[in-house]
Structure formats: structure tokens, C-alpha cells
């Protein structure tokens, strides 16, 4: 007689999982999880730090583009918005010197821009991830 008859049936492997098994391996997951993520974020927040960065550079290659055209820089009234749209009262505007969404910081808010600037001729600048002058890593404001 086959032993995997009995009873004259045939025997039926058991091909699933166990709920101890999808527990384990769910537990496994949760503990890689819990060690993985602040590490992923903290990638995630130096990312959003370096593309203010390269935001910032090319605002400012805008700012000095639409100097030499017109002759000076952006007031502070007529902000970044001088880079994408010709001002009223302004001649020699050859822009647009910026895409709208570069004014807009990682974080969702508008780049602060400065003429005359504190250190420079014109300052430009994030207040980083919590929006709020100072702050360490990526709360750190960042000026170009």
C-alpha cells in the first residue's frame, strides 16, 4: 500500500503558511522598518536641502541676467516675480529669466528675496524645513 494513502484517499500536502509564520515575518518587517526609515528621511531632508541649493544658484544667475539687461537689480516690492514676468514699468525686460516653479522652495514656500541684501547686493534665502529664521540641519536656513 502507497503510504501517502489512508483510508483509500490521498493524502494532501499542506502548501500554505501558518499564522505564527505571517507573524514573524510580518515582525521582521516592522523591526527593519523601524530602523530603516529615520535614516530614509533624513536622506529625504538633505535631498530637499541640496535642490534649494541648485534653486537658489539659478535664481541668482537669473537676478544677474535681468541686471545686465535692464540696468539694476529687482526691487524687493517687485520680488522674484520681476524674473518671470516683465514689470510694468521696466524697459529692456528680455525674461523670461526663471520658471515660475523655481521661485518656490522645496518646503512650498516662496524663496525671501532681499534688495539691497544685509551682506551682499541682494540676498536670497530659505528658511529650511520648519520655516522660521535659525534651525539646525534641515531647519537651517540657507543663504545664497
Do not use: C, H
Not at 532681499?114 to 536656513?141: E, I
Amino acid at each position: 500500500m502507497d503510504p501517502s494513502l489512508s483510508n483509500g484517499r490521498q493524502r494532501i500536502n499542506d502548501a500554505g503558511v501558518t499564522l505564527l509564520e505571517v507573524m514573524v515575518v510580518l515582525a521582521i518587517t516592522a523591526l527593519l522598518a523601524t530602523f530603516a526609515t529615520p535614516r530614509l528621511m533624513a536622506n529625504f531632508d538633505r535631498a530637499k536641502s541640496q535642490a534649494a541649493i541648485a534653486q537658489m544658484e539659478n535664481a541668482k544667475a537669473g537676478i544677474q541676467l535681468f541686471y545686465i539687461d535692464v540696468g539694476r537689480y529687482p526691487t524687493e516690492s517687485e520680488s522674484l516675480g520681476a524674473l518671470i514676468k516683465m514689470p510694468p514699468t521696466i524697459q529692456n525686460w528680455r525674461g523670461p529669466y526663471l520658471d515660475p516653479e523655481n521661485i518656490i522652495d522645496p518646503w512650498g514656500r516662496e524663496y525671501i528675496y532681499r534688495f539691497p541684501g544685509n551682506v551682499k547686493k541682494f540676498d536670497l534665502l530659505t528658511l529650511g524645513g520648519d520655516g522660521r529664521l535659525g534651525g539646525q540641519s534641515s531647519d537651517a536656513d540657507i543663504y545664497r
